[in-house]
């Protein structure tokens, strides 16, 4: 038994391969194009071809909290008080602004079903197709830790509890 613990380990980084050297949060999205993006800890936004292992960092985006990938494979970047949208080339539009910078900023945003999702630190959530319209504030007392949705129900955590919304209400 002591053999395989200590040969497990070993066993299992066999099989990664190591693309680009980088120092990545956790946060990356992989669009139906190939590429993958990751939020690069003070260095910017990192595009990387999974068939070559090619990558590039754009370090116009340096401070992100978070990114989402749109249904058509744009990249929306959370620049804390604005989100972005852009193909990272020619495009970019900002669909989200808080209009009071120094009471909030915004915390977090994922994509569930062509739907955005953001939630800001005065404890707001606020859902919104890909290009910022139809953007309804549904939650004005919800301290998000993370969040996730079900059909029309959205489930989040406070870090002490669970909590549901019904998104159809």
């Given amino acids: 038994m002591k053999k395989l613990r200590k040969i497990l380990p070993l066993l299992l980084c066999m099989s990664v391969v190591c693309l680009q050297d980088a120092s990545a949060s956790d946060l990356f999205y992989i669009s139906s194009d190939n590429f993958a993006y990751f939020i690069v800890e003070n260095n910017g936004l990192m595009e990387m ?4 292992g090619e990558a590039l960092v754009y370090n ?9 990938l749109a249904p058509d494979g744009d990249i929306l970047i959370n620049m804390r008080y604005t989100i972005i949208k852009t ?6 539009s900002t669909i989200f602004s808080l209009e009071d910078e120094t009471d909030a900023w915004i ?10 999702y953001v939630a800001t ?3 707001k959530i606020y859902s919104m197709q890909p290009d910022g319209t139809d953007c309804v504030q549904i939650a004005d007392d919800a301290y998000l830790l993370d969040y996730a949705v079900l059909g029309t129900d959205l489930y989040y955590c406070d870090g002490a509890a ?8």
């Avoid at 071809?49 to 070559?52: G, I, K, N, P, Y």
């Avoid at 193909?87 to 970019?92: A, H, K, V």
């Avoid at 669970?162 to 209400?169: C, E, G, S, V």
Wanted: net charge negative; proline share 2%.
């Fill in 121 to 123: 630190t005065d404890e």
């Fill in 162 to 169: 669970l909590y549901w919304i019904d998104l159809q209400n």
């Fill in 49 to 52: 071809d999974l068939e070559t």
């Fill in 87 to 92: 193909d990272l080339y020619e495009n970019t």
């Fill in 60 to 68: 116009e985006y340096i401070d992100i909290p978070s990114i989402a």
């Fill in 107 to 116: 915390y977090h945003m994922k994509m569930f079903d062509g739907v955005l």
